[in-house]
C-alpha cells in the first residue's frame, strides 16, 4: 500500500460543545475574579469583571465558529499534479464519483488521458477486481489487487483513500519490471538492444525454463519465424543441430545456413532456467557445399542443380531446381527418389550410389516425376569430388515449356498435313466438279423448264454444288479457299444474317444482338464471315438444346478493342493493334477443359454419330486466320462458351487515282470473238470449257500442257486474244509457260483457272493483265471472266505511273 507509516496531516472540525469551550472558560475566570474584587471591597471592579464575561458569552451566542474543515478543504490541485509528476509509476486522483481530476505522464503514457482507473479493466472477472479494490479503499482506507487486465497488458493497482474530507482516491500501478531482471532483459531484447544485435547479424531469443521463446528481435522473426509474430512456440522446434554442432533453422529448409549458438543464462534474482540464445554465422561454421555465396550463385543459373551428399541425401538445390521438380515451398525431400515415381525410385537411387562412392562420371537418365508422370525428363548425374559433403551433382531442367511446344509443333504438323491432304483431295474434286457442272449447263442450254430431263439435270447440279460447298469447308479449314475480300462492318454483316439465324436457332433459344459503338472496318469476305456466323450459332444452338436443356440464350456482340487495351490483355498471340471484335457467347452445357484445346482440329466432334462432321469449327478457324484475324475460346462447364473474333482494323489509304472497276457483263454480253488458247491437263475439264466458248462466239486451241501451249503460241501467236490456263499441270506449270509467252506476247491478256486457291498460288501468278477463276465454275462464270480479261487488254497495254495490276 502507499506509505502506511507516515501520519496523516488532515485536520477536523469541532462539534458545537467544543466552539463554546474557550469563552465559557475565560467567563468563568472573570466571575472568580470578580468575586475576589468584591471581597476585597473593589465593587467597582467586580461590577467590571462580571460585564465583561457576560458581553464575551454574548458575542459567542450570536457569530457562528469557524469551521476548520472548509478552510482545508479545497486543496491546490497545481502542488498535488506536481509531486505526481515524481513518481515513476502511473499514478492518479479520482473523485468520489469516480471520474479523473489528476493524472500523471506515466499513466496517461500507459493508458492514455482520457480513461479514469475504475474503467481501464478490458474484461468481466478484471472489472469485479477493480470493483473489490474500490470498496475496500472506501471501507477500510486501502485497498489493493493484482493481474487485472487492461489494454496495456496486466496490471497491479493499489488504492488509498485520502483527502480532508476522505473523498478521494490516490490509484497507483507500480511498475513491477523494475523488479523483474526477466522482464528487463525481454524488453531490451525487443528494443534497441536487440535492433543493434540484428544489425551486426546477430538473432537474439529469450527463452525460458518451459523451452518457450519468450521475446525475440526483428532478425529472429525473419528467418527463424518465418514473420511470425507469436512468441508461445518451443525453441527446440525452430532448430536443428547437426553432428558438428552447428544449428539450422527449420524455417529455412535444406538449404539453411548452418549457424553457431550461444546460451547465456540470466543472473539471479531471475528465476533459473530462463536465458538468452544467440545465434550468429561464423567463417568456419559451414563448408563448402552450403556456403551462402554458393547458395546465392547456383539460384542465379537457369537450371536446376542440387547437391547430395555420400548417404545419398539432399545437401542444397536451387531454385531452378524446385521449379523443375516441383517442389513448394512447404516440401523438404530427403531423397533424389522421392521426386519420381514409384517405378523409377530404384534406378535414381543406384545411380546416385555409384556416381557417389565409385570413379567420378556423369551420365543422363530418364525419369518421370510424381508432378507430372506422364512426361519422361532427363535428370543428370554427376559425381562430383574435393567439395566437401557433396559428392553428387544433379542437374534437371524445367522442359514443360519445351514439352508444350513440342506439343504444339506437333499439332500444327498434323494440321499442316490434314491441311495439305484436304487441299489436294479439294483441287482433284473440284476438276470433277467443274466437269459435272459445265456439262449439267451445256444440257440445259439445250432443254427448257418444261422438258422431261430439265428438272433431273437441274438436281444433279444443285448437288454438285452443295459437293462444291464441302469442298471449300475443306480449303477453309487448310486456309487454301479463294476469298473476295471486301472493306466492310461487321455490324451490316451480323444484322445480314441475323434474320437466318432465328429460323436456324428456333423457338426454343433466344438471340440477342448487340453493336458496340466506333468499330472499325475490316477487310474480309462477307459471305465467308457469314458461314462463321452461322457455324457458331448452329454449334451454341446444340448445346442449349442437349441433354436435359431446353434452351437458351445466344448472344452476339460486336464492339473496338484499341491497341492499348490488347497491351492489357497481355496475349503472346494476339499482336498489338487495333481491332474489330466479334463474340458469340452461348449459356449451353459449355466445353470440358481437356477438350477446349482440340475444338478446332479437323474431324473432331463431340456430338453423336451422324449429327456432326467435325468441320465446322475448323472451317472457322480457317476462315478467320487466312482473314487475318485470331479467335479464341473461353468455356466453363454447365455455364456456357464464348468465342471471340478479333479482326484487324483496315486503314484505307489515300491514292492519287480510284482504282479503275470493271463492270460485271450482262447475259447479252458474254458473246465474244477471236481465238482462244485452252491449255487443261485434265481432259474432262478441258472438254467442258473448250464447249462452253465455242458455244459463246470463241475459236478454241486446246494444249494438255505448257510446252505444248509454246508450240501453239509459236504457230499462231499473233492471232491468240486470250490464254486460258490451269495452274498446277506437270513438267511446265501454268505460270511458268506464262512467262515464257510474255517474253514474246507482253500485252497477252491471261486467265488461270485452278482447283486450288488464289492465295495459296499468289507468289506464283503475281503477273500484270492476269485474271483468276476458282474451280469448280459454271459455263456463264467462264464466260463472263473471259470477256473480262479480254477488255482489261486496253489499259494493260498502256499502264499508267502508279497503278494497280490486275490480278
Keep these: 500500500m502507499l506509505q502506511h507509516d507516515l501520519p496523516s496531516s488532515g485536520a477536523h472540525p469541532l462539534d458545537r460543545a467544543g466552539a463554546y469551550l474557550l469563552p465559557a472558560l475565560v467567563t468563568a475566570s472573570a466571575l472568580t475574579l470578580a468575586a475576589l474584587a468584591w471581597i476585597a471591597g473593589l ?399 451445256l444440257m440445259l442450254m439445250r432443254h427448257t423448264p418444261g422438258d422431261s430431263d430439265y428438272d433431273d439435270i437441274h438436281q444433279i447440279k444443285s448437288n454438285s454444288n452443295r459437293a462444291a460447298g464441302l469442298t471449300r469447308q475443306l480449303l477453309a479449314f487448310s486456309r487454301q479457299q479463294t476469298l473476295r475480300p471486301q472493306v466492310l462492318q461487321l455490324t451490316d454483316v451480323v444484322a445480314e444474317v441475323s434474320h437466318l439465324l432465328k429460323r436456324l436457332l428456333g423457338e426454343t433459344v433466344t438471340l440477342v444482338v448487340k453493336h458496340g459503338r466506333n468499330l472499325g472496318s475490316v477487310r474480309a469476305d462477307p459471305g465467308q464471315l457469314e458461314q462463321v456466323i452461322v457455324n457458331l450459332a448452329v454449334n451454341a444452338r446444340d448445346a442449349m438444346v442437349s441433354g436435359d436443356r431446353s434452351g437458351g440464350t445466344l448472344t452476339i456482340q460486336t464492339y473496338p478493342v484499341l491497341a492499348n487495351q490488347v497491351a492489357e490483355l497481355g496475349s503472346d498471340i494476339l499482336p498489338i493493334a487495333d481491332y474489330s471484335a466479334l463474340s458469340v457467347t452461348d449459356t449451353g452445357c459449355g466445353i470440358a477443359p481437356n477438350v477446349l484445346g482440340k475444338i478446332f482440329e479437323p474431324f473432331f466432334t463431340t456430338k453423336e454419330v451422324g449429327k456432326g462432321t467435325g468441320l465446322g469449327l475448323s472451317t472457322v478457324y480457317g476462315i478467320v486466320k487466312q482473314s487475318g484475324g485470331f479467335i479464341f475460346a473461353d468455356s466453363k462447364v454447365g455455364e456456357g462458351t464464348q468465342f471471340v473474333i478479333y479482326l484487324p482494323v483496315h486503314h484505307v489509304e489515300q491514292e492519287s487515282g480510284k482504282a479503275r472497276r470493271t463492270a460485271k457483263p450482262k447475259a447479252n454480253e458474254l458473246w465474244g470473238s477471236g481465238t482462244v488458247l485452252l491449255v487443261e491437263d485434265e481432259p474432262m475439264v478441258r472438254t467442258v470449257a473448250e464447249r462452253a466458248l465455242t458455244r459463246h462466239g470463241y475459236t478454241v486451241v486446246t494444249a494438255t500442257n505448257g510446252e505444248e501451249a509454246l508450240e501453239v503460241l509459236g504457230r499462231i501467236g499473233d492471232e491468240i486474244v486470250l490464254l486460258i490456263t490451269d495452274v498446277v499441270m506437270p513438267a511446265m506449270d501454268g505460270p511458268t509457260m506464262v512467262r515464257e509467252a510474255r517474253l514474246s506476247w507482253p500485252k497477252l491478256p491471261i486467265l488461270f483457272m485452278s482447283g486450288y486457291a488464289e492465295e495459296q498460288l499468289r507468289k506464283s501468278i503475281d503477273l500484270d493483265n492476269v485474271l483468276f477463276l476458282p474451280k469448280p465454275f459454271s459455263v456463264q462464270e467462264l464466260a463472263e471472266m473471259a470477256r473480262r480479261a479480254i477488255e482489261a487488254k486496253a489499259p494493260a497495254a498502256d499502264p499508267q505511273p502508279g497503278a494497280t495490276p490486275a490480278k
Design 43 to 441: 465593587p467597582l471592579v467586580a461590577l467590571l469583571l462580571v460585564v465583561a464575561g457576560a458581553a464575551l458569552l454574548a458575542m459567542r451566542s450570536r457569530k457562528p465558529a469557524v469551521d476548520l474543515a472548509q478552510a482545508v478543504a479545497g486543496p491546490d490541485f497545481s502542488v498535488v499534479g506536481a509531486a505526481l509528476a515524481l513518481s515513476r509509476d502511473a499514478t492518479a486522483i479520482t473523485a468520489a464519483d469516480g471520474s479523473l481530476l489528476l493524472a500523471n505522464a506515466a499513466y496517461r503514457e500507459q493508458f492514455g488521458s482520457g480513461k479514469p482507473p475504475p474503467k481501464l479493466a478490458t474484461d468481466e472477472e478484471s472489472a469485479q477486481g477493480l470493483a473489490s479494490a474500490q470498496q475496500m479503499a472506501w471501507r477500510d482506507g486501502a485497498g489493493c489487487v493484482a493481474g487485472i487486465q487492461t489494454s496495456s497488458g496486466p496490471v497491479a493497482i493499489e488504492v488509498e483513500r485520502i483527502g480532508a474530507r476522505s473523498d478521494l482516491l490516490l490509484w497507483r500501478f507500480p511498475d513491477t519490471r523494475r523488479d523483474d531482471p526477466v522482464a528487463l532483459v525481454s524488453g531490451r531484447i525487443r528494443g534497441a538492444a536487440g535492433e543493434a544485435l540484428g544489425d551486426a547479424g546477430v538473432l537474439a531469443a529469450l527463452v525460458g525454463p518451459d523451452g518457450k521463446v519468450r521475446a525475440f528481435n526483428r532478425p529472429f522473426a525473419t528467418r527463424a519465424l518465418a514473420g511470425r509474430t507469436d512468441e508461445d512456440v518451443s525453441f527446440d522446434a525452430l532448430i536443428d543441430i547437426d553432428e558438428d554442432g552447428h544449428v539450422r533453422l527449420v524455417a529455412e529448409g535444406e538449404g539453411a545456413r548452418p549457424l553457431r549458438a550461444v546460451h547465456i543464462p540470466i543472473d539471479p534474482p531471475a528465476p533459473p532456467g530462463n536465458g538468452i540464445f544467440y545465434l550468429f554465422e561464423t567463417p568456419d561454421s559451414a563448408a563448402l557445399s552450403s556456403t551462402s555465396h554458393l547458395q546465392a550463385m547456383l539460384d542465379i543459373l537457369p537450371i536446376g542443380l542440387a547437391l547430395v551428399d555420400r548417404d545419398g541425401r539432399f545437401l542444397t538445390m536451387n531454385d531452378g531446381f524446385r521449379a523443375a521438380a516441383g517442389i513448394s515451398s512447404d516440401m523438404r525431400p530427403v531423397y533424389p527418389g522421392d521426386l519420381v515415381t514409384k517405378e523409377d525410385k530404384a534406378a535414381v537411387a543406384d545411380a546416385v550410389r555409384r556416381n557417389a562412392r565409385g570413379p567420378a562420371m556423369s551420365g543422363d537418365i530418364a525419369v518421370r516425376l510424381t508432378r507430372n508422370p506422364k512426361e519422361p525428363v532427363a535428370l543428370t548425374i554427376a559425381g562430383l569430388r574435393g567439395l566437401g559433403d557433396a559428392v553428387v551433382l544433379l542437374l534437371l531442367k524445367d522442359n514443360s515449356e519445351e514439352a508444350k511446344l513440342k506439343r504444339q509443333v506437333a499439332q500444327a504438323t498434323k494440321m499442316q498435313a490434314v491441311g495439305q491432304l484436304a487441299g489436294g483431295v479439294a483441287h482433284d474434286f473440284n476438276n470433277i466438279l467443274t466437269a459435272i457442272i459445265g456439262h449439267c449447263d
